[in-house]
């Protein structure tokens, strides 16, 4: 399995917080994703990046902000966090290329209360 | 934004039966993965189609591309309880990142 960690693993947390949730690899891979999962929605890209210092907006990235200071870490912070934006959370990982095969951590579940 | 539909949502059969799950959009991809994801886990990538009209097989796994690269096909042979979970198709366009399907929910009942 790809070395991928997220912490935590779950939070619940009230409207209005600040929220950080962490992923960290241990394979060096240059791409890293967020995406939230909801019933009926599948996985919806939030941000991700293509190395360090180097991000871009997915498709939902409203109310979320990311960063990404080492090949390893790359961070999801909701400013203020909303009923709406309880979900699950993947981190992904991928080296890119013609295939571009991602490897997902096992997923945050964040609820705002 | 591509979006891509999957058919049927849910999907409830006997073990030994077979099967197949379609992946759907009017938008053209570069390639297509399927992936399968258990309860409480992240999705683990079953294949990676490219070319149009390709198959691949994995085991009782079939995939299938469209020759068109508009759609896929995922036919499963002799069902199995461990084949139970979360299908989901993602489609890469232009660009590193894939737009996933809302998924088809298989039960494989012993």
């Known amino acids: 399995d790809a070395g991928i960690t997220q912490s935590p693993r779950h939070k619940v947390t009230e409207t209005g917080t600040p929220v950080t949730l962490r992923c960290h690899q241990t394979e060096n891979h240059r791409y890293m994703y967020w995406y939230r999962q909801d019933p009926g929605h599948g996985l919806r890209l939030i941000h991700y990046?293509?190395?360090?210092?180097?991000?871009d907006k997915g498709e939902v990235s409203d109310g979320y902000s990311v960063s990404r200071s080492k090949t390893e870490d790359f961070l999801l912070t909701l400013e203020s966090a909303t009923s709406s934006q309880t979900s699950v959370y993947f981190c992904?990982?991928?080296?890119?290329?013609?295939?571009?095969?991602?490897?997902f951590g096992p997923g945050t579940r964040l609820t705002v209360l | 934004t591509q979006l891509l539909e999957q058919s049927p949502q849910f999907l409830s059969i006997q073990e030994g039966e077979n099967l197949t799950v379609y992946c759907n959009s009017s938008s053209v991809f570069s390639s297509l993965q399927w992936y399968r994801q258990e309860p409480g886990e992240g999705p683990v990538l079953l294949v990676t189609?490219?070319?149009?009209?390709e198959v691949k097989k994995l085991k009782r796994l079939t995939f299938q591309f469209g020759d068109a690269r508009k759609d896929s096909s995922l036919h499963i042979t002799a069902a199995q309880p461990g084949d139970t979970g979360l299908y989901l198709c993602a489609a890469r366009g232009y660009g590193q990142n894939f737009v996933f399907g809302p998924g088809t929910r298989l039960s494989v009942l012993p």
């Open positions: 992904a990982i991928s080296e890119g290329g013609p295939y571009n095969e991602q490897f």
């Open positions: 990046s293509y190395g360090v210092k180097d991000t």
């Open positions: 189609v490219v070319t149009g009209g």
